[in-house]
């Protein structure tokens, strides 16, 4: 992926700073510190995690780039099912690699429909309107950068049709069960009945499988973790050492929890700006992220408490990963 610089107007640039400088404190000063994961994303933070889909421990990409490029048909059809029009939107587009698939079948079937991909990255939504036109000809793409609620509310605004949603990539894992189940009903309330949600979930299986996929051998998903210290330091003047910090990956076969920590080798002092400084003990963690794995009985019950109905399911040849198409009812 080839990473756009993006220059902010300087009004929205302080803003967005401040935003992160509120975050990140008082994520570092809570009782256990953490960090939100959506500031992995810089233009850094995008190529890094660009590579991490790249390592052969990853599998979920090349599982669900199966679903995707062999199956779009199937998946056209559903969504064509029931003969009316509607648009896409996809919840994190990223590079859309996986979701060209589908975007392209329907084209060449002559389906009308915009495509609207909203990310945090003001990089990625700059590539896409760049490139994904010429690869998708007659696309029509209105690209949208921001919060997924905010940007799914101007949507409304701008198209009545019906809304197919895409959710890929395993996303839905990046919350636990009960904050999964929240996003979902909020994601149900922005929607109408016959709207439709395609989303990708990463299915319980050996658990040193799933521990392997964030932990790779080249060490590129401890750089991921590791940037945003690097970013904390670079863009709200900061001064982590981060020689003083560990990478310490974690997976629950019980809950199905996939987790992320940095944990501190020192006690140690970091400051942030001018006026906070943050305490560190000896072996304190800061939690970086979630990864969420499912059953399928665990994904039924998660739309059935949301508000949809599970239509059919798409797998990979292994069945280690699944695309769940749901309709709002």
Known sequence: MTVIPITLAPGKRRAAIENFYQDVVRGLTAPQKYLDSKYFYDAKGDALFQEIMQ?????????EMEILSSQAAAIAAEL?????????????????????HLLKYLAEKGVDYTYYPIDISKNVISLLEKTLPANV??????????????????????????????????????????????FCRELRSMLSPGDRLLTGFDLKKHPQM????????????????????????????ADFDISRFDHFPTYDPGTGAC?????????QKVRIGDDV???????????????????????????ATSGFEPVTYFFDSKRWFTDCLWECY
């Open 277 to 303: 400084v943050i305490t560190f003990a000896e072996h304190e963690t800061i939690y970086m992220e979630i990864s969420q794995k499912y059953s399928l009985p665990e994904i039924a019950q998660l739309a």
């Open 210 to 237: 799933i521990l392997s996929a964030y932990n790779d051998g080249a060490g590129i998903t401890r750089a991921f973790n590791f940037n945003l210290l690097e970013r904390i330091n670079r863009e709200l003047d």
């Open 80 to 100: 064509c099912s029931s003969g009316e029009a509607f648009d896409i939107i996809e919840l994190g587009a990223g590079d859309a690699t996986k979701s060209i």
């Open 137 to 182: 000809p007659g696309l029509k793409l209105h690209g949208l950068n921001g919060e997924y609620f905010d940007m799914l509310k101007r949507v409304g605004n701008l198209s009545t049709r019906k809304k197919v949603l895409l959710f890929m990539g395993a996303n839905i894992g990046n919350f636990n069960v009960a904050a999964a189940r929240s």
């Open 55 to 63: 390592c052969h421990e990853y599998y979920l990409t090349g599982c």
């Open 259 to 267: 987790k992320s920590y940095l944990v501190s080798l020192a006690n």
